[in-house]
């Protein structure tokens, strides 16, 4: 098998994955999706936050209770998780030589903190913006490929 380099495009719901073809065209492999991700906040919470007191005159009552890390966030950091397991799988394999990585300035640091020193040692650049919705030719304007 050979080692191949790999550009990825991330987002907290959404990671398209591509690998550097003959002629240094952008083939993609694979995207994986996070729906979970795109819920508001009123779907995350059946109720709202705290332990209901019951029925004052005026509405109800409720015990104030802080929320280190929103359910979004949770979220994503649980995606960064599922993106980096993917990247691992495959360097584990012997598939990368060299990696790319686009990404939301928010998701691609929860992003490098999921991934591993080795597939850290792979990466050969990175952007931090979300290009997801490009298409190939424009994704790979933002790396050097190919020199």
């Known amino acids: 098998m ?24 952008l083939d993609e492999m694979t995207a994986l999706v996070h729906p979970e991700s795109r819920m508001h906040l009123d779907e995350f919470l059946e109720n709202p936050p705290g332990k209901r007191l019951g029925e004052a005159r005026f509405g109800t009552s409720y015990y104030p209770t802080e929320q280190e890390t929103s359910p979004k966030k949770v979220e994503a950091i649980v995606f960064a998780k599922q993106v980096s397991d993917h990247i691992e799988n495959a360097r584990s394999n012997g598939q990368i030589k060299r990696i790319y990585i686009a990404a939301s300035p928010s998701f691609l640091g929860l992003l490098r ?24 030719e424009e994704i790979k304007t933002y790396f050097p490929i190919g020199i």
């Open 113 to 136: 903190q999921e991934l591993s020193q080795p597939v850290l040692d792979l990466i050969a650049g990175e952007v931090s913006k979300d290009i997801t919705s490009l298409e190939p």
């Open 2 to 25: 050979s080692k191949e380099t790999w550009i990825i495009a991330a987002n907290s719901t959404y990671a398209r994955i591509f690998k550097l073809g003959n002629r240094l065209k």
